[in-house]
């Protein structure tokens, strides 16, 4: 009865996993076929394996400078929202005073914005400011951002404020708190935080295309949309691209997984 | 007292500078635009008070892309939701090849949306593999294919959506699960409850701030929709969104930028309203 | 030691000088992976022959390079050379974005394409190449439908035949390629039969809309017709793909699709042909991409002379080879053997003789946009085509 119940498990989990990545894995097959080929379902299955696009990538196209930039880019911007989401949520979540409710009331109305309102007004604040085409206009406006806020400031109301109380009993400071208690509570949603932040800005495309015009500053999704030609795709390249932007992604996932699943078994005390 | 709040300020600031310095210009220049009659590329422009708002809300589609979004709201939000957190039950708990499952469950969301769309568009296309599929399972297609029929292309795009984003939102579900004690759940063992009784007297009222924090992202992101349909149908085929919609106004064709403005800032009033009611909804049950 | 740091300033002093070179920046579009190295090196050359100048390029995508190009010009920061295709040029220079070009009788004889820049009697752009449209065929389903090899479809009467016949060959093979709403496409495909048939979008003194005309209405028929009856419905790419696939007569396409056939190797046996007309060959549509000259720039002088350089014969024969582009705008390139030898790029550059271009129209982008429409609702929606046609003229007499 026990050893069905897991096979039905299992069937379920692959069952579900095929649906999950089927579509990835068509781009994994594409990305490894000679270019010119057609992506027929019969070719799919014959074609020869080949690694001439990724190779092609790198020596043809700027594609490892991109590629550099976008993990510059990606990683600065994702350690400034941890430290900035995660301070500016605690400050929301526990301290209730009005401005914080008015703080929290404008991270709600910068989610409801649609972003290409927003575009051009920001173009000519990032020329005035004189940092157009610069890294700066792709970190700066993004180091602290509203979803971060909300995810973080969730996860805070649902810890019980006991421990910290406590601590707080004993004299420890208001800093001391924050990071040496409440921050080791938070690792599964700064772990989620990291990955949503890493992979939102690492898929970005609109900001930077607009924002920059120099190759030495430029990042991925811009290559992978240089990539697609006037009339016609050339899927395997683009699909080589494309795989290429997964696998840092697909790594810092696999990297930080582990701090979701380790929860706060380490803080121990509820209500 | 007058420390805590300073420190409580100072904690805000990251956000506050971002606030001022970045935000606060480009949505007061959109909003002032949005009654003007402003054209990008020409050099001036009028004043027209509530024109385009009037001149919107009797724009056909205008309200075809209201009706469009509606439909897209309301189809995915409770699919992407309920299916999110049935994966995050079912990986949560602890088996063999559990790093495999989730990585793979989580893949598609950190794809970018355009490779995806475009994995789709051929996938979607006649004779592509969805098609076949559904032959196989005794269904006829649409003749040249699901993105280019009105009765199928804004529910296949939806279809794809939901398959994008419940890897997602089941890590965040997971992230929720791991914050629910387990003493919880051992002591209603105790007291003899089985799991489904669990499940919805500790997992599922415990889970409230992350649901609501899901359910508000969702609704946003399902409002704002719009790479997919660029990228798809061009919002042919009755698949044009508000977004959609804003878009073409602002930045394409004549680059009528008063008008898009004027568009955003009503899509904006409606998500507003929206998300407000589910913060109503989900607070009065009583907080944890 | 006074005059030591002296000279080392008058050292520093003088090498800027001397780097004190004119920086003027492109914003171009070809950036697939076969093209971009001849922009690179067309520019790099400029570079050596031109010391004081430097280039700075900018890679646009073909997806949102427009919003960047108008984002740009519209709070003054453009660059100095932008490349702008023929319809966009009339709403640029209307807005006083573009500098005025002036063409003396040389560059007026040796170039294609100048009265597409032409607004108001002013040229604002440089034609760098050109773009039209054939009609494509599979010889080897005509041969199978009973044509014999030298068969070319010249009258709408035989052209039609032709569909139905590779039509009816069997159930999964389709007569014509009919494009799906895609924007900037679908309109192109009807506009060369509708000027076929002898249809025009405004009368010649540019006062009244023609677009409802029995001519127009005629066109929209016929197409439809062809649309209805042996269609194999898609977007551009996957009509392309089709045809390619044996599966399909005839499509409308571009050059690209010669350049497609060569990069896939494909053994393909390919009928070219001019677009059919009522009794001797018909109109096709032109475009072509332009070479623009900011009007904000500070360096127009060496923007000028790079337009110049990147548009001389020899430089469009080098992009055109790596482009397969079957039509450079100068009239010497088009005269080399590359264009000469080929039949299929010969039948492009007959086809320019006899193709039309959009009226050059700082509101064209948006008429553009509702014949689209009009087209898109009689072939996919339930509109009459004449009603179509009716209802888009009264759009475009409101607009104008």
Known sequence: MKFVKKLLRYVLLFFILGIMVFPLLWMFRVSLMESGNSISFDNLLTASFSLQNYIDLFTNSQIGKYLYNSIFVGLIVTVGNIVFCFMTAYTIARYKYIVNKVLFVSVILILMIPIHIIIIPMYLLMVNFGIYDSYFALILPWLVNPIGIFLVKQYI????????EAARIDGAGEMRILFRIVMPLCKPVLAVLAIQVFFTNWNSFLFPFILTQSDSVRTLPVALALLQGHQAIDWQHLMAGSAIAVIPVLIVFIVLQKQIVSGITAGGIKQ | MKQKKTTALFLALPWIVTLLLFWLYPIIYSFIVGFTDKQLLSKTFQWVGFDNYKALLSDDSFLLALKNTAIFVVGTIPLTTIIALLLALLVNKQFKGRGLFRAGYFLPSITSMVVIALIFTNLFQRGGYIALLAEMLGFTPPQHGFLLDSSTALFSIMAMDV????????????????????????????QGAGSIRQFFSITLPLLKPVALFILVINSIKSFQ???????????????????????????????????????????????????????????????? | MKKIYLIAVLVILQAQLLSAKTTISWWQFWTDPSIKPVIEEMTAEFEKQNPDIEVELTDLTWANGREKIVIAFASGTGPDVVELGSDWIAEFAVNGHLAEYTVDEKAQEEFHGWEMATFQNKVYAKPWFLGTRV?????????????????????????????YKVDSLSKKIYGFGSNAPEKHRLYKKYLPFFWSFGAKIFSDDNRLCLLASDYA??????????????????NQRGIEDAFLDGKVGFVISGDWLLKRIENEKLNFNLLSTLIPGEKYPGKSFMGGEFLAINKNSKNKKAAQKFVDFITSPENQVKFCKANRSANPSSKTAASDDYFT????????????????????????????????????????????????????????????
């Open chain 1, 157 to 164: 109301e649902s810890i019980p404020p006991a421990m910290e």
């Open chain 3, 217 to 234: 209405v005629n066109a929209l028929n016929y197409y439809k017709e062809l649309h209805d009856s042996c269609g194999y419905v898609a």
């Open chain 3, 135 to 163: 009609l494509f065929g599979n010889r080897d389903l005509l041969t199978k439908a009973g044509y014999d090899k030298n068969f070319a479809p010249v009258t709408f009467d035989q052209f039609k035949e032709a569909v």
């Open chain 2, 225 to 288: 929709v719009f790479v997919e349909i660029f990228v798809m149908t061009q919002g042919k085929f009755e698949t044009s969104t508000m977004v959609y919609f804003i878009y073409e106004a602002g930045l394409t064709t004549k680059f009528n930028f008063g008008y898009a403005s004027a568009a955003a800032y009503i899509l904006f009033l409606i998500v507003a309203v929206f998300s407000f009611m589910q913060f109503r909804l989900l607070k009065n049950r009583g907080t944890v």
């Open chain 3, 341 to 400: 030898s080929n039949t299929h790029l010969q039948t492009f550059i007959k086809q320019l003789q006899l193709a039309n271009h959009p009226p050059v129209d700082p509101n064209w982008v948006l008429f553009e946009s509702i014949i689209e429409k009009a087209v898109e609702d009689a072939l996919f929606g339930d509109r009459q085509t004449a009603t179509a046609l009716y209802e888009a003229r009264k759009k475009i007499e409101a607009l104008r």
């Open chain 2, 163 to 190: 398959w994008m984003a419940v890897g997602y939102y089941m890590l965040i579900f997971l992230a929720g699960l791991k914050s629910i004690p387990q003493e919880l759940y051992e002591a209603a063992r105790i």
